[in-house]
């Protein structure tokens, strides 16, 4: 059976720290694959998705970015961390065919 | 601009009885929907979903409606249980962009006793 592993669960960075969250799911090939962000009170909102390998499309303009170096690992980055960017991260799969998205547990970044 | 919206962030209903969560979207265009519920520190997990050609879609004590001419979509939870307590989610998508998701903020339901 197909699994996704987010890592890590919590995370307290300072403004202007760097930041890489990664992603990978399991049981399956050549996934698409998405990073969604919930902000308090708000629902999840679509960051970035991935279709293959080096492939990155960007939903909303921000000051994070995405990589998919293998193809069953997503990976979130910034160079210099926001207070802005304080939210809930979720990785999610999907395959090609009209299934619904399996999303990871989620990583609850504070940045301070 | 919030394409999805659940206007009750919370709701109260007691164990057997039935929990009705609503969601309100503003594109006409969008094709499919879907209900995820979240568990505290868990990821969302799918609930069941419908598409646009249909008006009614039903899984076990979940029943979703859908009326495009008002755009409002419901999700039924019959009998409520003290598992199902919980955030539930609302989200669309538009035809051409399966995975692409707009989610509402949620609703929290609690079931009591």
């Known amino acids: 059976s197909q699994t996704i592993h987010q890592w890590p669960a919590t995370l307290v960075q300072p403004v202007g720290s760097p930041l890489s969250l990664e992603c990978t799911v399991e049981?399956?090939?050549?996934?698409?694959l998405y990073w969604y962000r919930q902000a308090a009170g708000r629902g999840l909102q679509l960051l970035f998705y991935?279709?293959?390998?080096?492939?990155i499309s960007s939903e909303v303009p921000q000051n994070l970015s995405a990589s998919r170096p293998q193809d069953r690992q997503f990976i979130l980055s910034s160079k210099k961390l926001l207070l802005s960017d304080s939210g809930f991260y979720l990785c999610?799969?999907?395959?090609?065919?009209?299934?619904?998205?399996?999303f990871g547990n989620g990583t609850r970044l504070t940045v301070t | 601009d919030q394409q999805v919206k659940q206007n009750s962030p919370s709701l109260s209903v007691q164990e057997g009885r039935i929990s009705i969560l609503n969601c309100d979207y503003t594109?006409?265009?969008?094709?499919?929907f879907l209900w995820y519920k979240k568990y505290p520190a868990e990821g969302p997990t799918f609930l069941i979903s419908?598409?646009?050609?249909?008006d009614k879609n039903e899984d076990g004590r979940f029943t979703v409606f859908l009326n495009k001419s008002a755009k409002h979509l419901s999700l039924h939870i019959v009998p409520s249980q003290p598992g199902d307590s919980a955030v539930y989610f609302c989200?669309?998508?538009?035809?051409?962009?399966?995975?692409?998701?707009?989610f509402g903020a949620g609703t929290q339901v609690v079931v009591t006793p």
């Open positions: 999610a799969w999907g395959d090609s065919t009209n299934s619904p998205l399996h």
């Open positions: 049981g399956t090939s050549n996934p698409n």
């Open positions: 991935s279709v293959g390998i080096g492939q």
């Open positions: 594109n006409s265009m969008f094709d499919y």
């Open positions: 419908i598409s646009s050609i249909k």
């Open positions: 989200a669309a998508s538009l035809a051409d962009s399966w995975g692409k998701l707009q």
